[in-house]
């Protein structure tokens, strides 16, 4: 085999500005843009050429605040991200398996997230949730698979992997037993629906990831410099898939899919 000597250069630079105003000890706002890229590179199948740096843009107002002297707190923040020249992974067909990487042209994600705790003596409660709506912006049309014309990912597909929702909920209750400190606490997790592949025509046929909730429960004991606990994790065995995948091409092996489960109870 000869090798055929490739080579790409490029140059790149980052910026963050932010601005924050504390308008009370315990309540400020803040203003935050950045930039960040990945490097291009080249492909190890030579008939593809080399692929760009991709460039990301990010605009995000947030708060962080905290109420009745502190059993209360708050914070959160709403963003929109640009993304051009988004590179990405691409298992294309007739290359056994071995994946390439493109530009496959603009995406942006907007969303909002937010966190909330409050403590009632020895209760305390905390959830956290995030709404992300990520998706592209151009078409992508893939020449270099047959040669077509085809739109291989149209304006609008949702971006793979990120679901749109997801939250999480803990209810902590602290008590004394003696001398010692214990708890108890239980927590609910849950996140909605995925895209498992960002092509079309391979999405049709894995499909997508669905939602799930799981619960997990612990307890613990604090005695002197020592603590003992206990837990168990996804205590209903809810079988979540977080993603769905395959080990070779889509179009050989796709009826055939992988499900990566969520963490089950009994560890399998």
Not at 120 to 127: A, C, I, K, P
Not at 148 to 171: D, E, H, I, W
Not at 216 to 226: A, I, R, V
Request: glycine share 12%; proline share 4%.
């Amino acid at each position: 085999t000869v090798g055929t000597p490739r080579r790409t250069k490029e140059s790149g630079e980052t910026h963050k500005v932010n601005l924050s105003w504390q308008f009370e000890p315990t309540k400020m706002i803040y203003l935050t843009y950045s930039t960040g890229y990945r490097p291009g590179g080249v492909n190890r199948k030579t008939k593809y050429p080399p692929y760009k740096a991709d460039k990301l843009s990010n605009w995000e107002v947030g708060w962080k605040t905290g109420f009745a002297h502190g059993t209360v707190r708050w914070n959160g923040a709403i963003f929109y991200e640009k993304w051009d020249n988004m590179i990405f992974t691409l298992a294309r067909p007739g290359d056994n398996g071995v994946n390439s990487l493109a530009n496959v042209g603009g995406a942006r994600s907007i969303g909002i997230e937010s966190d909330v705790s409050l403590r009632f003596g020895n209760l305390e409660l905390t959830g956290s949730a995030s709404y992300t709506d990520a998706q592209l912006t151009t078409d992508f049309i893939d020449f270099l698979s047959g040669g077509g014309t085809q739109v291989s990912a149209p304006k609008g597909t949702r971006l793979p992997v990120q679901p749109r929702f997801k939250s999480t909920a803990t209810a902590r209750y602290n008590f004394d037993v003696g001398s010692s400190r214990a708890f108890v606490q239980g927590s609910v997790n849950s996140q909605s629906s995925s895209r498992s592949f960002l092509l079309a025509a391979d999405n049709a046929v894995v499909g997508n990831s669905g939602g799930f909730t799981t619960f997990d429960f612990s307890t613990g004991l604090k005695f002197g410099n020592f603590s003992v606990e206990a837990f168990i994790e996804n205590a209903f065995d809810t079988r979540g898939q977080l993603t769905r995948n395959v080990y070779c091409g889509v179009e050989y092996c796709g009826p055939f899919y992988r499900i990566f489960e969520s963490r089950s109870s009994d560890r399998r």
